[in-house]
């Protein structure tokens, strides 16, 4: 009989930066938004900001939201797709 030896191997991952974007919004192409247009994000962003993870991690916590606050009523779409 044989004896199998395994050597145990750490594995390690690290991020640095997360990377913030802007993205102009304009009328997207979703058939499920009930009432109004549906709004999307464009190809071509305006503004990007660099920020350590662990700052962007301690940033965001406390902001997180929602899934239902993140849903846009029809009247916020509109004025959404009005402003761009």
């Given at each position: 009989?044989?004896?199998?030896?395994?050597?145990?191997?750490?594995?390690?991952?690290?991020?640095?930066?997360?990377?913030?974007?802007?993205?102009?919004?304009?009328?997207?192409?979703?058939?499920?938004?009930?009432?109004?247009?549906?709004?999307?994000?464009?190809?071509?962003?305006?503004?990007?900001?660099?920020?350590?993870?662990?700052?962007?991690?301690?940033?965001?916590?406390?902001?997180?939201?929602?899934?239902?606050?993140?849903?846009?009523?029809q009247?916020?779409?509109?004025?959404?797709?009005?402003e761009?």
């Amino acid at each position: 009989a044989s004896t199998a030896s395994t050597t145990s191997t750490k594995h390690h991952v690290s991020f640095s930066d997360t990377i913030i974007r802007e993205y102009k919004r304009q009328i997207g192409d979703n058939p499920d938004c009930s009432g109004g247009a549906p709004v999307s994000f464009g190809w071509d962003y305006t503004n990007e900001v660099r920020v350590p993870v662990d700052n962007f991690e301690e940033l965001r916590s406390p902001m997180r939201r929602k899934k239902y606050e993140l849903l846009l009523s029809q009247d916020e779409r509109r004025r959404i797709l009005k402003e761009n």
